[in-house]
């Protein structure tokens, strides 16, 4: 039987460390990993619990990510609860089992420390993974600090082990700023954290020898569709019952998520939409900017990437007049993703916000405070003429000459 | 022994005959169970005697796919159980190590099974689809004599 671990009601932990204790306070039956910048501390945290007796599972150290993946697959097929991390390039090879998981419907819990992908090869964070895994049928959650790495690992489990959901959940959270930064962080008990999250309750499990079932079929053009329906609606349905765990998660906690985060939207004329860290650093340039210059800004942080929150999106930026979209993943010869799902959300409303696209930090380029209130003023002067006053897509943060695609036709 | 050779859900529909269900009422995550009911023993159980799942392989039939068959003369069978070890779907059908016949439901006609058997003349030979059985072993050949 696993030792416990006393710990103190505010503990300073990286997003790394944070991980690592909420996959312990888990009691997952198997971890399978392999070990890559940024998110290695994770599982080597995971793997020093249980080296000195505070985990009772399996922990398989295997030769890829593709087979780290796989290894979860397995072992949550056979029934157990799964975790794992990974970051990147390790995350890219992980992708074709990353459709596997969700579509066999396997409640594996991954974090991932996002981190550009190569070439040029780069260590430092940006969301290019992120945004490589979003069509993977998983839910993705993200953490914008160490306190939420910790919260949303815990909330994790039971979303993805929901019975009517049954899928596939990544916590992300930002390499090195979030997982190197240590902060403080207050954990819940080990057995607080365990009893939020509760017994795992396999579904249709391998090992479950009364009732022999086949995972991964084939289906072809007569099946498919269906079960990748079927799939999707599972994931749609998630929404509210991310809602009702992080209401559940409140009331032991006294934190409270949402599955878009809004900061002072009620009256904002101007508001980002970004991800991870640079939501904070947001949020600080919008304060500064209302107190110094009266600018109404505001900053909404998707909490949940997958399933999309279309609607809440929409509810939170339908009565602004200019949004400014935060991409942190080169767009590969498009807008960025979340100026492209904004602009779909906003679009079904009746006022229609002015909606820009920022691509920033790329490689762990860092964006100051004073480039974001730069940024307000442009969606201010956007707001102010009621048309888009700069290219469409800008890069922010780069040198050279400004690099900026596509102009606005009349008013809109 | 009598339902060994043709049992009532063994290939009792025609693969991708199925009944086809909407989206909402296909098996989450593509599970398939191989049982209607509790399989704990079901080791111990031969294939007649178990109840095979609607999606089970075993209730489909794959005869379709099959140009050429086996047919099988007992009359010369020393029950080595060669062919029944190399079959490769399982569709040599023994039972107390003796050869009954085949389970022409799943056969595909690859032909393994003729070429392991090690009797002269063979006791396993291919012939045309739509050859009976009777008609086949009416034309068996001869014992080869050995070459000096």
């Not at chain 1, 509810?315 to 979340?338: N, T, V, W």
């Not at chain 2, 059908?93 to 690859?110: A, E, F, M, P, V």
Request: hydrophobic share 40%.
């Amino acid at each position: 039987m696993a030792e416990k671990i006393d710990l103190q009601e505010i503990e300073v932990w990286d997003g790394n460390y944070a991980a690592a204790q909420a996959m312990r306070q888990a009691q997952i039956d198997v971890v399978a990993a392999y070990p890559i910048t940024p998110s290695t501390p994770i599982v080597e945290g995971y793997a020093s619990f249980m080296a000195d007796g505070y985990i009772d599972g399996e922990f398989v150290m295997v030769e890829s990510e593709h087979a780290a993946m796989s290894g979860c697959v397995a072992a949550s097929a056979a029934g157990g609860r799964v975790a794992t991390a990974t970051s990147s390039q390790g995350f890219a090879l992980m992708v074709e089992v990353l459709y596997q998981a969700s579509g066999m419907r396997l409640p594996i819990v991954l974090n991932v420390a996002n981190r550009a992908l190569a070439a040029p090869l780069n260590v430092r964070g940006d969301h290019s993974d992120m945004y490589l895994g979003r069509d993977s049928g998983w839910v993705q959650i993200d953490a914008f600090n160490a306190q939420e790495v910790y919260d949303m690992n815990l909330c994790a489990f039971r979303v993805g082990e929901h019975q009517d959901i049954r899928l596939p959940v990544m916590v992300h959270q930002d390499g090195f700023v979030t997982s190197h930064t240590a902060q403080n962080v207050r954990p819940l008990s080990d057995d607080d954290a365990y009893n939020f999250i509760g017994k795992y309750k396999p579904v249709d499990d391998l090992l479950d020898f009364s009732r022999p079932v086949t995972h991964g079929a084939q289906t072809e053009e007569d099946w498919h569709f269906e079960h990748k329906a079927r799939q999707h609606k599972a994931l749609m349905d998630a929404r509210p019952v991310i809602e009702s765990v992080f209401a559940e998660f409140e009331k032991v906690s006294g934190r409270k998520y949402k599955r878009v985060e809004s900061y002072m939207t009620e009256d904002a004329e101007v508001i980002i939409v970004a991800l991870g860290t640079t939501v904070e650093s947001a949020r600080v340039a919008a304060k500064q900017l209302r107190d110094e210059e009266g600018i109404k800004a505001g900053v909404v942080g998707p909490r949940v990437i997958r399933p999309f929150p279309f609607d809440a999106i929409r509810d939170a930026l339908e009565h602004c007049k200019a949004i400014g979209a935060m991409d942190r993943s080169c767009p590969g010869g498009a807008l960025g993703m979340l100026f492209n799902e904004v602009s779909a959300a906003v679009y079904a409303t009746s006022d229609r916000p002015l909606v820009t696209n920022y691509i920033y930090g790329l490689g762990g380029r860092d964006l100051a405070i004073v480039d974001i209130k730069t940024i307000f003023r442009e969606l201010k002067a956007n707001a102010d003429t009621g048309k888009i006053t700069t290219p469409i897509q800008q890069f922010v943060g780069l040198r050279g000459p400004k690099l900026g695609f596509f102009e606005t036709r009349g008013g809109k | 022994m009598s339902n060994v050779l043709s049992n009532e859900k063994r290939g009792m529909r025609e693969l991708g005959a199925e009944k086809k269900v909407g989206w909402d009422e296909v098996t989450q995550g593509v599970v398939l169970h191989s049982f209607e009911d509790d399989a704990t023993d079901v080791a111990m159980r031969k294939a007649e005697d178990r109840n095979y799942a609607e999606f089970s392989s075993y209730t489909a039939t794959v005869a379709s796919w099959r140009v050429i068959k086996p047919v099988y003369n007992r009359d010369i069978c020393i029950d080595c159980q060669n062919c029944w070890v190399w079959c490769p779907d399982s569709s040599i059908i023994s039972r107390d190590k003796q050869i009954l016949g085949i389970d022409y439901d799943h056969c595909k006609g690859c032909g393994v099974c003729v070429e392991v058997c090690p009797t002269n003349p063979k006791s396993l030979l291919m012939f045309g689809e739509a050859l009976s059985s009777d008609d086949a072993i009416a034309q068996w050949p001869v014992k080869e004599k050995k070459e000096k």
